[in-house]
């Protein structure tokens, strides 16, 4: 190899590692960035209140729950706001959520609900667990009901040519199977179970909201309100905005106007961010396609 050639090769050798260092550098800021579970705004003080965000449909609950188990052993944090922005989600994910909220209540924190544009459904079953609810007039809200839907494709089969033959333990282990219509012993079994869910609701509300039983399953028909008309009936406490919502809190815990807050981001570590967060993709379009279970949910 020739004077030139020993050059052109060492220079390609140096670019490439100078890239290969720049790529590193780069992949590592942006797991350093993307990691950050929390920021602080305003006084670096002993004492804050901190933010946690639930948006969109509920599917996974164990992000959320590990936030607010972190929050309830931080003798720093004096009260949590719950950002709700959300129609609701699983039946199971809600109740964990609820449950943690709960936990860092008996704990001592003061929690505030903070409704965005839509709490409802399992949104607003979380909000129960709540001190203070605060929405604005204009945010939907309430649908306190559960909903239980099967796909039906049997018709869509049978002109494709497309059928199904069952092997089963029992009478009920293909029950809302899509290929045919569920019978009326399968139906009852299914509504004792949305009558069960739904009950559950029912008691969240009228221990969180110190409500009547009667008064709670009247409104209990997955029926909506606005911020304002939810006020007037007691599923709501306070008129408000976001900021609102922050300063109540500070007031609760006789914090000043320039407490810190700490903000739980909707970041993701590298590899979640890479993978789209697909589990809450695919539960949410298993959701609207009709194709999973028990939902507290606020369907458009």
Not at 29 to 34: E, K, L, V
Not at 39 to 55: F, K, N, Q
Request: glycine share 10%; charged share 25%; with cysteine.
């Amino acid at each position: 190899m020739n004077e030139s050639k020993r050059w052109k090769v060492g220079i390609a050798i140096l670019v490439l590692l100078f890239l290969g260092g720049v790529g590193i550098v780069t992949v590592l800021g942006i797991y350093s960035y993307m990691s950050k579970d929390s920021v602080v705004d305003g006084m670096l003080a002993s004492d804050r209140i901190a933010v946690i965000r639930v948006d969109n449909i509920i599917i996974a609950s164990e992000t959320t729950v590990d936030r607010l188990e972190k929050l309830r052993t931080d003798a720093s944090v004096k009260a949590i706001v719950l950002r709700l922005n959300s129609p609701g989600g699983g039946v199971a994910a809600s109740q964990e959520i609820y449950e943690a909220v709960k936990n860092c209540k008996a704990e001592g924190k003061r929690i505030v609900v903070s409704m965005g544009s839509v709490a409802a459904s399992g949104a607003y079953y979380i909000a129960c667990a709540a001190d203070t609810i605060v929405a604005n007039p204009g945010t939907i809200t309430g649908s306190i009901g559960v909903i239980f839907q099967f796909p039906y494709v049997k018709d869509l089969f049978d002109k494709i040519g497309v059928s199904f033959e069952v092997v089963k333990s029992g009478r009920y282990k293909d029950a809302g199977s899509a290929h045919r219509k569920i019978t009326p012993e399968e139906r009852r079994l299914f509504q004792g179970l949305i009558d069960d869910t739904w009950m559950q609701f029912v008691e969240a509300v009228v221990q969180g909201r110190r409500m009547p039983a009667d008064s709670v399953k009247a409104i209990a028909d997955g029926r909506i309100f606005t911020g304002r008309q939810a006020r007037e009936i007691g599923l709501v406490d306070v008129l408000g905005t976001f900021e609102d919502a922050k300063s109540l809190a500070k007031k609760m815990c006789a914090l000043p106007d320039d407490a810190g807050v700490r903000e739980f981001l909707p970041r993701r570590k590298l590899l979640d961010w890479l993978s789209g967060d697909l589990d809450n993709l695919f539960g949410a379009v298993r959701e609207k396609a009709g194709l999973s279970g028990l939902y507290y949910l606020f369907s458009e």
